[in-house]
């Protein structure tokens, strides 16, 4: 089984924002997973977003960085629950303890149900997760916080959408969008319909921001296109759940879920919006499916009371 951190050239323009990536390669391909941390290299502080998979991966990084922290503090930032960007938390409870920043709703994400049930899962298959873990954020926000570093200004902000403690990262000296899961290439997650508005006006936040470049988390990409794609993919979804709305197709939720992936099926989203996207697994097909499950019960449940 691969387990690689490994730094990934040329994604940011500026030497001052590293990106390292962690490739997760099981035998079972379900499990299957590629996910970006980001240090950014401030006069005042070293900034690590996001910790990967487990301790391990954190002493990696953190040894690959050691020379800039020297006469700097180091700060952590989560950018939401979910395991693939928290596990490696608990390296910091003995390594310096540095601040592990997250949006308010973070702790409620890392130590829920679901939460637990996934760490029981994959340190149950696996040996990298043996020393995993749920260590919670030590300071949060509710909109934004801003890490004045000097050189450059971090300016965090929430982001809700993918998760409801989503939150972003915006470096206006260098127009860098660190989206993390708020955007994703090919297409953005879903996990409950009350995501839907919420990902949408994030969406539309980040392109007022006029970024030069979008970071996400997931997908390796580093385009402004990412975003535009995302708001296009949810709006079509959008249309062909309206449109569905009025005809027999409508008589009952699951029926309008069943519809509307007839209508929009999943190899139409990557001819039309990302043709050269490749990946076996099954995971973007599941998470359309899911993308529009939660569209249908927004617009059925939320939206349309009496068109049904
Ligand atoms: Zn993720």
């Not at 502080?45 to 700097?72: K, S």
């Not at 970024?211 to 709006?235: D, F, K, M, W």
């Amino acid at each position: 089984m691969a387990e690689e951190v490994y730094l990934v050239p040329n994604m940011s323009s500026d030497s001052r924002v590293l990106v390292f990536r962690r490739d997760f390669t099981p035998p079972v391909k379900e499990d299957t997973l590629q996910v970006d941390a980001y240090v950014i290299i401030t006069e005042r502080y070293i900034v690590l977003c996001d910790t990967l998979l487990c301790p391990e991966d954190m002493a990696i990084v953190l040894n690959e960085i050691a020379p800039t922290l020297t006469q700097r503090q180091l700060l952590v930032v989560n950018s939401h629950s979910d395991w693939d960007h928290t596990w490696g938390n608990r390296y910091f409870t003995e390594h310096g303890k540095p601040p592990i920043i997250a949006q308010a709703q973070c702790p409620q994400g890392l130590f829920s149900d679901a939460s637990r049930e996934t760490l029981t899962y994959f340190q149950g298959h696996y040996n990298t997760f043996k020393h995993v873990e749920l260590i919670p954020p030590t300071l949060t926000f509710e909109q934004s916080l801003t890490i004045y570093g000097g050189d450059l200004t971090l300016e965090l902000f929430s982001a809700p959408g993918h998760e409801p403690d989503q939150i972003a990262l915006w470096i206006p000296e260098l127009r860098h969008l660190l989206a993390f899961d708020a955007a994703e290439y090919p297409i953005p997650t879903l996990h409950e319909a009350t995501g839907v508005p919420s990902m949408i006006e994030t969406l539309e936040r980040f392109l007022a921001l006029n970024p030069a470049r979008v970071l996400c988390s997931h997908g390796g990409t580093n385009e402004i296109s990412v975003i535009e794609q995302n708001l296009a993919y949810l709006h079509t979804i959008e249309l062909r759940v309206q449109a569905l709305l009025t005809t027999q197709a409508a008589s009952t939720e699951e029926a309008l879920l069943t519809a509307t992936l007839h209508e929009y099926p999943f190899e139409e989203v990557l001819s039309t919006l990302a043709p050269l996207f490749q990946d076996d697994s099954s995971f973007y097909r599941e998470a359309h499916a899911k993308n529009v499950r939660c569209m249908v019960q927004w617009l059925f449940q939320f939206q349309a009371p009496n068109e049904k």
